[in-house]
């Protein structure tokens, strides 16, 4: 591509600035890509046309789908409702292990194949009964104008937003699409540099330092993710530094969910996870003060229920994303001691279940 060459689309961004050499420099996340004319960055969303850095994928998205929240995974937030689902194309990260390679490492064009307004996407959560909004299955990070414009058509109809996010954002970017979120859960993948750098292509510190940040500048809600990898984060001693990290430096109310690794993408000779080290991480994580920790991706009532971090009563049940037991009084407060359980509740849970409901995105235009 020619400097006078146009990519499909493109959207006016603000994080970049020129090089002295001619290139320009996208400021969104720490890699910092030097673009010449008609370049992508390693997202493959955005590029250089004209000298300037745009969002090639503003109004396009792979899918839209309406989820159970928990599948997020969220379980303090509007528990049992549903939540209208979608992403774009590409990601600033290059984990080797990607659960959503088909997506998140798509250069075709053709991934993208839903196109709508920020105003469609809203009115089509309205309508469908959604409490929420999420930008999953790639990274907000790489689309954050396209998501702050969601977000806000969304707020206008009293619908939130959920950024599902590995958090890998440079400050100002950062604090504009987060100041137009209402929860998060971010994917915090190891606790060591070496396993960011080699298997992601990205670094721990700035992981770390959107977790402080949302947790003691924003008012989102936060949730945790991390997938366990045999042999490569799954240690005791990773895990014990990793959970102590959070309490010391987060709280302990933050839930926490440990999912299982299925292989995928560049890593399928790489066996899957055990149920016992999701429940090694969870016994863990509990005795070093955490809270809420949960079993994800697997059937594990047990471990995937909530309980009075104070009388330990059951909270709320749940069967895989079915809400099966409910024992929150008004205010998320415990019905057997009063106690509150951190998170946004509401007086009755949802009962979307576990169903998955593609929407095309063409029936809700105006």
Known sequence: MTGSERFEASFPTRHWHKLSDGRVQCDVCPRFCKLHPGQRGLCFVRGNEDDAIVLTTWGRSSGFCVDPIEKKPLNHFLPGTPILSFGTAGCNLACKFCQNWDISKSREWDTLADAATPETIARAA??????????????????????????????????????????????????????????????????TEDFYHKLCGAHLA?????????????????????????????????????????????????PWHFTAFHPQWKMRDIRPTPLGTLLR?????????????????????????THCRACHARLIGRDGYRITDWNLGPGGTCRSCGTACAGLFDADPGTWGARRQPVRLLDYHA
Not at 158 to 165: Q, Y
Not at 207 to 236: A, C, F, K, M
Request: glycine content about 6%; overall charge negative; aromatic content about 8%.
């Open 126 to 191: 309205q309508q469908l009964g959604c409490r929420s909004v999420a930008y999953t299955y790639n990274d907000p990070a790489i689309f954050p104008e396209y998501a702050i414009d969601v977000a806000t058509a969304c707020r206008e109809l009293g619908i939130r937003s959920v950024a599902v996010t590995a958090g890998y954002m440079t400050p100002a970017p950062r604090a504009e699409l987060f100041g137009h979120m209402d929860a998060a859960n971010v994917d915090l993948k190891c606790f």
């Open 206 to 254: 700035s992981i770390l330092e959107t977790l402080v940040y949302l947790r003691h500048e924003t008012t989102v809600w936060l949730e945790l993710t991390t997938l366990l990898i045999p042999d490569l984060n799954d240690s005791d001693r990773e895990i014990e530094e990793m959970t102590q990290w959070v309490v010391e430096n987060l709280g302990p109310d933050v």
């Open 281 to 305: 991480a969870h016994a863990i994580a509990r005795s070093n003060g955490v809270r809420y920790a949960y079993t994800g991706n697997v059937r594990d009532e047990a471990h995937g229920a």
